[in-house]
Each structure stands twice: as structure tokens, then as C-alpha cells.
């Protein structure tokens, strides 16, 4: 990859170590440890979204920096600490658990807008 970004050169540029480490723990996280919440998903939409979102990472990292591709994840994960820790609690969903199931079904459809 590259040692510097392109749009800022004088910042360091993400590695493809950084980049294969996110994608190996996001793979763990999301097929293993969170499987609970998107069971209803079909496993090849899954890989592709798992796919899509570290390449868009990656090019963060390769056009702004290291600092932007650490940011964004950081940004993710404070997003996903809310809905799971604070909107789903709110709303009679378990943020763990994703229970009652039907409960939560009904409130991600009305997070994307579908009803």
C-alpha cells in the first residue's frame, strides 16, 4: 500500500496489516459474537457488507490517513454502543440479546424507514 496518504502527504497512510486486523476482528465480531442480531440476513449479504464497509475503510485510510481510518472505526463504535446500549434498551429491546426478536425486527425496519 502506501507509506504516506495521497490527499494529505504528510500524514502516515493505514498499513494492510491495520487493514487485515480490522477485517479479522470484524469478522469475529460480526459472525461470531453478534450473529444473534442479523441471523434473518442471508450469509452472502453479510460477507458482501462486511466487505464494502473494510474496503471503504481502507480507502479512507489510503486517501486521508491513519488518523481517518482509526476515527471512522471509532466513530462506529461509539454509534454502535448508543443503538445497542441506549436506543434499543428504550424502545423494550435487549441490547444484548436482541430480545424479544420480533420486537427487534419490527424496530431496525423502522430505523432503515421500511414501515
Given at each position: 500500500?502506501?507509506?504516506?496518504?495521497i490527499?494529505?502527504?504528510?500524514?502516515?497512510?493505514?498499513?494492510l496489516?491495520e487493514?487485515?486486523?480490522?477485517?479479522?476482528?470484524a469478522s469475529?465480531a460480526?459472525?461470531?459474537?453478534f450473529?444473534?442480531?442479523?441471523?434473518?440476513v442471508?450469509?452472502?449479504?453479510?460477507?458482501i457488507?462486511l466487505?464494502?464497509?473494510?474496503?471503504v475503510?481502507?480507502v479512507i485510510?489510503t486517501?486521508f490517513s491513519?488518523?481517518?481510518?482509526?476515527?471512522?472505526?471509532?466513530l462506529?463504535?461509539?454509534?454502535?454502543?448508543y443503538v445497542?446500549?441506549?436506543?434499543?434498551?428504550k424502545?423494550?429491546?435487549?441490547?444484548w440479546?436482541?430480545?424479544p426478536?420480533?420486537?427487534?425486527?419490527?424496530l431496525?425496519?423502522?430505523?432503515?424507514?421500511?414501515?
Amino acid at each position: 500500500m502506501f507509506d504516506n496518504s495521497i490527499l494529505f502527504p504528510s500524514l502516515p497512510a493505514v498499513s494492510l496489516t491495520e487493514t487485515l486486523i480490522v477485517l479479522t476482528i470484524a469478522s469475529i465480531a460480526y459472525f461470531v459474537v453478534f450473529n444473534k442480531f442479523e441471523k434473518h440476513v442471508p450469509i452472502r449479504r453479510r460477507i458482501i457488507k462486511l466487505v464494502i464497509l473494510v474496503g471503504v475503510l481502507a480507502v479512507i485510510g489510503t486517501l486521508f490517513s491513519r488518523f481517518a481510518f482509526w476515527s471512522a472505526i471509532a466513530l462506529m463504535t461509539i454509534g454502535q454502543i448508543y443503538v445497542h446500549g441506549v436506543y434499543f434498551p428504550k424502545h423494550g429491546v435487549n441490547g444484548w440479546t436482541a430480545e424479544p426478536y420480533d420486537k427487534y425486527l419490527a424496530l431496525t425496519e423502522r430505523m432503515k424507514g421500511k414501515k
